[in-house]
């Protein structure tokens, strides 16, 4: 959001201060109930019984794990997630072909897709009674309910993350100054680290950022494909289900404040990136 | 990498097109194409008929209408307030407002699980605001009014972000035009604001219609998930993949695959109008 688009806007709309101050009212109202409210309550449930025994909560060992799981699968599957949104948004910004609207069409899909219809699919395509999972089995390689498949299934819901936050950014910025670096002799690899990575920097941060928290946070598609072994293929989300299901609700409240600290830093990372770096991101919002 | 290019070199004058589409096809194919083409697989192994009384069973279409209804009421919402609240954060200077715009992307950056974990304990009876709710006979928590509130909170950006750029960028010429010309306030707004922002609108209303009917993490938590009355179709799919049948869950989950294909391009249309909009 520009200034200068505020300015020139205050110019143009004349509500009554009355009608300005409902609608600013009815607005922070509703997103103090719809999300403010929820974020403390995860917090004040966790502190239920005193800081002791959240923090004790998170030291057990189904905890322990279930946070070693996530930071695993977060580790993998986001820096593929990164290098595949460069590799489109620069083959989709870079060149001129045919279908290139079919291909965001694509990239969008896991957007509107069900997380469980995304997790079926790969319980489809890789589980034992498929053929491909049946010979990975059988070779030692299980996918389903195990590391791979939640990685899988974490690449799918994140993956248009990052090259959603890129497109619009790299159409802004255009092709003049690669084309220029080219003419000067770069190589293309050469003109990607020191022309087109420092313009696209910020915007690529912040794609990483909430496909990072996405990757942490997925639950549908992963509830699917991990079989939910304790100890083994839960992740935080999954272990907050289940000690919310054995009421344990310290337990699932602090690992849950865990996750909502990650979002909470996500986004304030993101706001002080938009202060800081206004220009670079003003495509961010198409 | 510039060698396979080089036949129409003239048109590309940017290296690492074989790269850039290589990878990009690779990784859309393993992640998304292969796994979404098992499922139609499965699905055109059920056949017809039986995939016919596997959607049409009394569980199944109970499930598909309480999703579809909390859906809509989720939208319905969401483009009420949502329209609302992109218009306040434009048009509007007031001390928190940055903080209002940063909590709108929480629903991006918040785990479904952990949403719908926190909502529960708002809502249920002796919740913060379900203890003052219930007195009066109103009841959140295990009923379709949960599905409802679930689906809104996971999909209210949704509009608001695809509805706060078109406002930013409007010409406010127009407006002055009309103000000129003694149109009134409220003529304004129906007659010059709303039709061009409302290609843009009903994009996001789409997807955040889309986004509900497939919400599964935030709303396990406060459905109840009773067979029949507050169980959502993408929880059916998911149960019927635990008692290992397979064909009960891909029937469901392909008509949710194809309710997301039909949005996603609805939405896409109206992306391309909004677009033209714009041009004029």
């Known amino acids: 959001m520009s200034d200068i688009a505020q300015v020139r806007f205050r110019s ?275 | 990498m510039i060698a396979a290019a080089a036949p129409i070199r003239a048109k590309r004058v940017l290296p690492g097109f074989t790269l850039s589409l ?50 809509v009421i989720a939208t319905v919402f969401n483009a009420v307030y949502g329209l609302l609240m992109a218009w306040v954060l434009v048009r509007y200077e007031f001390p928190g407002k940055r903080l209002l715009d940063a909590l709108m992307d929480i629903p991006f950056a918040l785990p479904t699980a952990v949403a719908g974990l926190s909502l529960t304990a708002l809502f249920s009876a002796n919740g913060w605001i379900g203890a003052w709710l219930e007195p009066q006979g109103i009841s959140v928590v295990y009923t379709i009014w949960g599905i409802a509130l679930a689906m809104a909170f996971t999909s209210v950006p949704f509009v608001v972000r695809t509805v706060q750029p078109v406002l930013e960028d409007l010409d406010p010429a127009y407006e002055q035009a009309a103000r000129t010309l003694g149109a009134s306030e409220v003529t304004i707004f129906t007659r010059v604001i709303f039709p061009q922002i409302l290609p843009a609108w009903l994009a996001g209303c789409t997807i955040a219609f889309a986004r509900s009917l497939g919400e599964f993490g935030a709303i396990v938590f406060i459905a109840g998930n009773l067979p029949m009355k507050t169980e959502i179709a993408a929880l059916l799919a998911f149960i019927r993949l635990e008692e290992f049948d397979y064909n009960g869950a891909s029937a469901i989950a392909l008509v949710l695959l194809v309710f997301a294909l039909v949005l996603l391009f609805v939405s896409n249309r109206l992306q391309a109008w909004a677009m033209r909009h714009k041009g004029v």
């Open chain 1, 12 to 286: 143009a709309t004349e509500e009554t201060p009355l009608a300005r101050r409902a609608l600013i009212a009815v607005a922070v109202l509703g997103l103090g109930i719809l999300v403010a409210a929820p974020l403390i309550v995860v917090f004040a449930e966790a502190l239920a019984q005193g800081w002791a025994a959240a923090v004790a909560s998170l030291g057990n060992r189904d905890a322990l794990s279930a946070i070693r799981l996530t930071l695993t699968i977060a580790g993998i599957s986001v820096p593929l997630t990164a290098g595949f949104g460069i590799a489109a948004a620069w083959f989709i910004t870079k060149f001129d072909f045919r279908g290139k609207a079919f291909l965001i069409t694509l990239i969008d899909l896991p957007f509107s897709v069900s997380p469980v219809v995304a997790g079926l699919c790969i319980v489809l395509m890789f589980g034992t009674n498929s053929l491909v999972g049946g010979w990975l089995v059988a070779s030692g390689y299980p996918i389903v309910f195990a590391l791979p498949g939640i990685v899988l299934a974490t690449m799918f819901v994140t993956f248009p993350f990052v090259a959603r936050e890129l497109i619009p950014v790299m159409i802004e910025q255009g092709r003049a100054e690669e084309e220029a670096a080219l003419t000067l002799g770069a190589s293309g690899w050469r003109v990607f680290w020191t022309v087109t990575l420092p313009n696209i920097r910020w915007a690529l941060l912040y794609g990483v950022l909430l496909c990072n928290a996405r990757a942490m946070g997925e639950f549908g598609a992963v509830a699917v494909v991990s079989g939910k072994i304790r100890g083994q293929t839960a992740t935080m989300p999954i272990t907050i289900e289940m000690f919310y299901n054995e009421y344990l609700s310290v337990a699932a409240f602090s690992l849950a404040a865990v996750l909502t600290l990650l979002a909470l830093v996500t986004l304030l990372l993101k706001t002080a990136l938009e202060i800081r770096h206004a220009d670079q991101l003003a495509a961010l919002h198409p």
């Open chain 2, 22 to 71: 290589g990878t990009t096809l690779l990784y859309l194919t393993v992640v998304i194409l292969i796994p979404v083409l098992a499922l139609i697989l499965k699905g055109a192994e059920i056949g017809p008929a039986r995939f016919w009384a596997i959607v049409t069973a009394p569980r199944a279409v109970a499930a598909f209408q309480v999703t579809i209804t909390a859906a």
